[in-house]
């Protein structure tokens, strides 16, 4: 990394706080969740989600993490097995416990917050950046509120940014968090691999490979020269 980064505090916020309210579908795929769960136990920013949000998590973990195929994932989002709930409750319960009991935003329902989302926004996430709004009221002038989605084109990106709020994919607040140079960022990503010792191997191409899938190209250069490890040639599914 480069050299002097700061050890200390969020690095895209100097001497302030980085919030980034994640959306589900930001936190459903195994090794991407992992990756932004691990970013938060170095200290790099501080999650936040709603009620909403997680039971989106809970339904959509299942069809997205077991369905192989479009038919197999329709049939799982109609009627998930005990086993297929479960794990979708497990990893939740392990995020929560990442995060602490601060996790919930609260109030984001109230007419005052739903007033200021933007028109364009799509009905379906008007709650996710309700959630980032309230963030956004109650932080510091100096942090930086994020909201990191899949959706992307569907939050209105310039609009959302105007109530200073910024729109990311997961991909992309990856390769910001690298791009900071913070030694913290390689320290989460070689925790991702050792968490997965003694599973299914996964090693540092495959971390690697995985960045590229979710398009965090920045970030996979950054460690592939870290780790003398070459940058694959195309993504692996999370």
């Known amino acids: 990394m480069t050299s002097g980064a700061s050890s200390t505090g969020h690095p895209l916020s100097p001497d302030a706080t980085t919030w980034a309210v994640l959306d589900a579908n930001a936190m459903i795929p195994p090794r991407l969740g992992d990756m932004l769960f691990d970013m938060n136990e170095a200290g790099l920013y501080r999650p936040r989600w709603t009620a909403d949000i997680e039971r989106e998590?809970?339904?959509?973990?299942?069809?997205?993490v077991f369905g192989k195929t479009k038919p197999e994932r329709k049939a799982i989002k109609e009627n998930p097995t005990r086993e297929q709930v479960q794990a979708a409750k497990r990893r939740l319960v392990a995020f929560q416990g990442s995060a602490g009991p601060e996790r919930e935003v609260f109030g984001?329902?109230?007419?005052?917050?739903?007033?200021?989302?933007?028109?364009?926004?799509?009905?379906?996430?008007v709650h996710v950046v309700a959630a980032a709004i309230v963030v956004k009221a109650y932080a510091e002038p100096a942090d930086k509120v994020f909201v990191v989605s899949a959706n992307v084109a569907h939050l209105d990106k310039s609009e959302v940014a105007k109530l200073g709020i910024e729109v990311l994919s997961p991909g992309q607040f990856i390769d910001a968090m690298a791009k900071t140079g913070d030694p913290r960022f390689e320290e989460a990503m070689s925790r991702t691999i050792r968490d997965r010792a003694g599973k299914k191997a996964f090693g540092q191409e495959d971390l690697l490979a995985c960045l590229l899938t979710h398009r965090a190209r920045k970030a996979a250069?950054?460690?592939?020269?870290?780790?003398?490890?070459?940058?694959?040639?195309?993504?692996?599914?999370?």
């Open 57 to 64: 998590f809970l339904d959509n973990f299942p069809p997205v």
């Open 221 to 238: 250069e950054r460690l592939s020269e870290l780790w003398n490890v070459p940058v694959p040639s195309v993504g692996r599914q999370p």
């Open 108 to 125: 984001y329902g109230l007419p005052n917050h739903l007033s200021l989302v933007p028109s364009g926004i799509d009905p379906k996430d």
